[in-house]
């Protein structure tokens, strides 16, 4: 372009300058006798030729000088056909017969907006963006079919907004809410695979910018998410609640097992007490029937091993047997008493000159 129009600003100063010149020449200069010398006329016929020549350069040379800058592509048409293509530089090419059709090369976007309509019959308003670029070695072909990139878009984007109304219409509105991350690669594909060669650009990348339902559907999605949201907060709380009952019945299983072993602690204890009591009771007995003189008869009672485990007595009553063992269980009350005796003296009951002393049953109360 930079030459173009040098030789423009060139050629039009020399045209210009030239026919001036020769006008100029030929202006008013005549002879002593009052005529145009001939060597004046033929300068200036010179000069107005040079102009002239200059000046069909002018509108020859520099239109015929043709830039394609970086990012585009150019068909170079001859009286109207379609046979050449260039890239970006500077040609120079007749421009009377030679005629440059210049198309963006880069990346182009394609923002559309189009109603569609889910299986389910929702409506709905898609927004997506189709990027494409043309195939530069196609040129010719996108000339001849299309005539230029305008119309190679509209195109475009109706099979685009087609194929991606295809793709949502096979699936309800709430599998495409829920699902959007995987059917925005499903437009892609299905757009991809549908603008083809055929078309004569490469699709750089489909992307579903918006889907926006109606209104009324919106707000039931909406209600129909607070519901769900809700069902789970309930069955949070069932489940914690269930949770803490099983951990407090187990708490109060482990309570009653507690009180149980404890309890059967204090029997066991109570009955090695008793025992223990019983024994030295039987013990008690057998001093004092030694000490009335009555027999007492042991016998070693042994486990399986032969290791002596207790010794059964019997004490042999005789003559006075009821007496005996009267006296034996006086005593045993006795012993019982100082074993309880919380340090009073017990109450004397004297009658007829006889003293009686009254054991209480409950010697602490």
Request: with cysteine; charged share 25%; proline share 2%.
């Amino acid at each position: 372009m930079g030459v173009a129009v040098f030789l423009g600003i060139l050629f039009f100063l020399l045209a210009g300058g030239g026919i001036a010149f020769g006008v100029l020449s030929m202006r008013d200069k005549k002879s002593a006798r009052g005529q145009t010398t001939k060597g004046n006329k033929v300068r200036g016929g010179i000069f107005c030729g040079a102009g002239v020549a200059f000046l069909f350069l002018f509108f020859l040379i520099p239109f015929s000088f043709h830039t394609v800058e970086a990012g585009e592509v150019a068909v170079v048409k001859h009286m109207g056909e379609a046979r050449e293509i260039r890239t970006a530089g500077t040609y120079f090419d007749f421009w009377l017969t030679e005629k440059y059709q210049k198309y963006d090369a880069k990346v182009q976007s394609l923002n559309i907006v189009s109603p569609a309509y889910s299986k389910d019959a929702q409506t709905m308003d898609v927004g997506m963006t189709v990027q494409y670029q043309i195939d530069s070695g196609k040129a010719i072909e996108i000339a001849n079919h299309y005539g230029n990139v305008a119309d190679l878009s509209n195109r475009i984007e109706s099979v685009s907004i087609e194929k991606a109304k295809s793709v949502l219409s096979s699936r309800s509105a709430m599998e495409i809410i829920e699902k959007r991350a995987q059917i925005s690669p499903l437009v892609e594909t299905t757009i991809k695979e549908s603008v083809d060669e055929n078309y004569y650009v490469h699709i750089v990348a489909v992307v579903l910018t918006n889907i926006d339902f109606s209104d009324a559907f919106e707000k039931t999605v909406e209600d129909k998410m607070i519901a769900e949201q809700e069902k789970l907060k309930a069955e949070y709380e069932k489940e914690t609640a269930i949770v803490n009952a099983n951990k407090e019945l187990e708490v109060a299983k482990l309570q009653a097992l507690a009180r149980i072993e404890q309890a059967k602690a204090d029997a066991q204890a109570q009955l090695e007490i008793a025992k223990a009591e019983a024994a030295a009771i039987r013990l008690k007995s057998v001093e004092v029937a030694r000490t009335l003189g009555l027999t007492v008869k042991e016998k070693e009672i042994t486990d399986e091993n032969g290791v002596v485990t207790d010794i059964e007595y019997e004490i042999v009553f005789g003559e006075g047997s009821d007496e005996k063992a009267k006296l034996i269980v006086e005593y045993l009350k006795y012993v019982e008493y100082l074993a309880k005796w919380n340090g009073e003296l017990p109450n004397v009951v004297i009658t007829d000159g006889n003293a009686t002393v009254m054991i209480p049953s409950n010697p602490i109360a």
